[in-house]
């Protein structure tokens, strides 16, 4: 009887297709661990693995973040708009109803709208921001329903491996240990990209 081989791809459909078929709440990191060292992957490769998703889950997260943030700041700007140009046009028009002077505010404030809807409506996002927003949704306590909130259980169940023994109680350590433990592994991932 000849043992069957898979490509990535197929590997990757396989098990995308048993987890639809029988559902978990999801996987520890141990199991994640065990399920890697069962297919011939190292420790290492799956924790690096297991980080470079979070980071991909947080980085999607904060990119979510500052769109809905920019959307709703022109909505707001929209509506104040609206209602202040309203109000412009019924003083025109109750004050000095033949000359339309309210036209000149409602087309340089129309056209700064227009723009900051061009800028805020855009789904790109610059990396500068980018990071600012990632700090930020790290800092802050994950709110029930948020994108935040699928993101920020795991950033305590995936540990660094260094070179040095973990403490026995691995939930004593500083936050400013496990800062320069994330830094560590940052300065050691390459940077994808230009």
Request: glycine share 6%; no cysteine; hydrophobic share 45%.
């Amino acid at each position: 009887m000849a043992i069957a081989s898979y490509k990535h791809e197929d590997v990757q459909k396989i098990i995308d297709r048993a987890l639809e078929v029988q559902p978990q709440e999801g996987l520890t990191h141990d199991d994640l661990l065990a399920i890697g060292a069962e297919v011939g992957l190292s420790r290492g490769a799956v924790e690096r693995a297991a980080l470079d998703v979070r980071e991909e889950r947080l980085t999607d997260a904060a990119r979510a973040h500052v769109v809905s943030r920019r959307r709703r700041g022109v909505l707001a700007h929209a509506l104040a708009f609206f209602a202040v140009n309203a109000l412009l046009f019924a003083i025109n028009f109750l004050t000095t109803p033949g000359e339309w002077w309210v036209l000149f505010p409602v087309f340089g404030w129309g056209l700064a709208l227009l723009l900051h809807a061009a800028f805020g409506l855009s789904a790109s996002v610059s990396p500068r921001r980018l990071n600012r927003a990632r700090r930020r949704l790290e800092r802050q306590p994950a709110q029930p329903g948020s994108a935040h909130a699928r993101v920020a259980p795991q950033v305590e169940s995936v540990r660094v491996l260094t070179s040095d023994p973990e403490p026995e109680d691995a939930d004593r350590e500083s936050p400013a240990k496990r800062t320069r433990l994330r830094r560590s592994w940052r300065a050691a991932t390459p940077k994808a990209g230009p």
